[in-house]
């Protein structure tokens, strides 16, 4: 019999785009997305489909869709689990920043607590499905809890790791280049990675939908962002070249990107990469390598972090070097916080970095972001625990204007690479800044000779 009912734990930026889109694609199925952040749920559930949570292109004409059709959210956890055949684990897994491992490995007790309380709840066999990304063998420590806490059912544990991009989640969602599910060998784990292969099949065609042991599928998903991220470390690496060299990265990109052995995608030089989680898996990956004894494999792995901290210190210092050695008392516009366009996350975003290392140096801050606002940035900044909360917010502004945010500026730095920035009246910018008027695009989304014609000094990432 194929799944009915399904809860997933964890109403986040995976929990929620990826609940709607199975809700949407499976009429059939009842979904149940629970969180215990009641703000969550309620903003999830809010009449206006425009305030859910998440912002997302596409996402809220899903949800307006499937909500209360088969779609529900819900802060009773319990109950989704359940009346649930099929459970889905979403909930975070950030690095630990306490004890053994601190500042590396990821810290798995959100996902424990889910184990447990499943075990607690579950009066009927379940499958549970990990959809968070987990350090390979977690499938193991889940099994164990719940084998040894549980009422006496039987539960199967899936890997089914996500690859949405956020920014592109709908898309990604509705044409993934692949379903990868993990699953044990015997015929109760291969029978329960078919209910899962029937879930997705409903809009994925099979040939993309690939199964493996779960040791294989947990582990593809920290490479698969560890190989992402190296070619972003890798190309910032040549930025730096191509800007003691003369050569443009821009051209050096694409020049190897035509090799179809490279491909062209990833190699956008940048400030450097942010997101919830590149940082976060390479870490836990080079800590995973560590705890076998494998010093080769983690020091290897852990310098794609390393040159991505470059990137974003080298981004400030040379605004600082550039504004003549002092930044104090200067204006500085930062266009974009979120981490990438078409998001309203800001986690590990480059624009904090650049923010925290600009404010010792006693700037002003001005932040425009389309989606981001005050209280997000200054809550991003108090987390570095850098200086007091207050020195932050009298160092920190933000307008809902981006021509009000740069009048008067001595310089703007473009942190995020929102469309909108690229149409703006520039002319008009240009002549309420400071002169004269600096641009560090740390996108490479600006048109560097539109710019330099007006009277800016541009400068670009790798050239
Ligand atoms: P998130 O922080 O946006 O959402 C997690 C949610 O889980 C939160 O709302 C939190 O309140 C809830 N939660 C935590 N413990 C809970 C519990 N015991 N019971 C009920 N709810 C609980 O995180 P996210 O960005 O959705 O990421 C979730 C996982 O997916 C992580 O492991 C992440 O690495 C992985 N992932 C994220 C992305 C991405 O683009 N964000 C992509 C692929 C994979
Ligand atoms: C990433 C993975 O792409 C996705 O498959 C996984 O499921 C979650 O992590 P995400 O972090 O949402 O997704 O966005 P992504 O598009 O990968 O961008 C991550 C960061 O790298 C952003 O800050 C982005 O601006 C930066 N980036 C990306 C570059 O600097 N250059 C590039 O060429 C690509």
């Known amino acids: 019999m194929g799944i009915t009912k399904i809860c997933c734990i964890g109403a986040g930026y995976v929990g929620g785009p990826t609940m709607a889109i199975i809700a949407q694609k499976c009429p059939q199925i009842q979904v149940t997305v629970v969180d215990l952040n009641q703000d969550r749920i309620a903003a999830w559930n809010d009449?206006?489909?425009?305030?859910?949570?998440?912002?997302?292109?596409?996402?809220?004409?899903?949800?307006?869709?499937?909500?209360?059709?088969?779609?529900?959210?819900?802060?009773?956890?319990?109950?989704?689990?359940?009346?649930?055949?099929?459970?889905?684990?979403?909930?975070?897994?950030?690095?630990?920043?306490?004890?053994?491992?601190?500042?590396?490995a990821a810290d798995l007790k959100f996902i424990e607590l889910c184990a447990r309380q499943i075990a607690k709840v579950a009066k009927t066999d379940k499958i549970v499905v990990e959809k968070s990304t987990l350090p390979v063998r977690t499938a193991e420590a889940i099994k164990s809890i719940l084998d040894n806490t549980g009422n006496g059912v039987k539960f199967q544990i899936l890997s089914n790791p996500e690859f949405l991009a956020e920014g592109t989640a709908v898309q990604d969602l509705l044409n993934p280049d692949r379903i990868l599910i993990g699953g044990d060998t015997t015929e109760e784990g291969q029978k329960a990675i078919q209910s899962l292969v029937d879930v997705y099949a409903n809009w994925v065609s099979l040939d993309k939908i690939l199964t493996t042991n779960v040791w294989s599928s947990e582990l593809s998903k920290l490479t698969a962002n560890a190989f992402l991220a190296q070619r972003i470390s890798s190309i910032n690496a040549?930025?730096?070249l191509c800007e003691k060299t003369g050569a443009d990265v821009n051209e050096v990109a694409r020049a190897i990107g035509m090799d179809s052995r490279i491909g062209s995608k990833f190699l956008k030089a940048s400030v450097g990469f942010g997101g919830s989680c590149f940082q976060k898996d390479i870490l836990n990956l080079v800590y995973i390598a560590k705890s076998y004894g494998l010093t080769a494999v983690a020091d290897y792995w852990e310098q794609v972090i390393i040159m991505n901290d470059h990137q974003k210190r080298r981004f400030s210092d040379n605004i600082v070097k550039t504004l003549y050695n002092t930044v104090s008392g200067k204006k500085i516009t930062?266009?974009?916080?979120?981490?990438?366009?078409?998001?309203?996350?800001?986690?590990?975003?480059?624009?904090?970095?650049?923010?925290?290392?600009?404010?010792?140096?006693?700037?002003?801050?001005?932040?425009?972001?389309?989606?981001?606002?005050?209280?997000?940035?200054?809550?991003?900044?108090?987390?570095?625990?850098?200086?007091?909360?207050?020195?932050?917010?009298?160092?920190?502004?933000?307008?809902?204007?981006?021509?009000?945010?740069?009048?008067?500026a001595h310089a703007i730095a473009v942190l995020t690479e929102w469309d909108e920035f690229i149409t703006y009246d520039w002319q008009k910018i240009y002549d309420s800044m400071q002169k004269p008027a600096f641009v560090f695009d740390g996108r490479n989304v600006l048109n560097s000779s539109d710019l330099e014609k007006i009277g800016f000094i541009y400068k670009a990432i790798g050239s």
């Open 334 to 408: 930062f266009l974009g916080w979120a981490f990438k366009k078409d998001t309203n996350d800001t986690r590990e975003s480059a624009a904090i970095y650049v923010a925290d290392d600009l404010i010792s140096e006693n700037a002003s801050i001005v932040v425009y972001d389309p989606k981001v606002s005050r209280k997000k940035v200054l809550a991003d900044l108090d987390y570095l625990e850098t200086r007091s909360s207050d020195v932050n917010a009298s160092s920190i502004l933000s307008f809902e204007n981006p021509y009000e945010a740069c009048a008067g």
């Open 47 to 104: 009449e206006d489909v425009n305030n859910i949570p998440i912002y997302e292109p596409g996402l809220s004409d899903i949800v307006k869709e499937a909500r209360g059709r088969n779609l529900f959210f819900s802060t009773d956890v319990e109950k989704a689990i359940d009346d649930a055949q099929m459970i889905f684990i979403s909930v975070n897994t950030p690095t630990k920043t306490y004890g053994k491992g601190k500042g590396m």
């Open 238 to 240: 040549m930025s730096e």
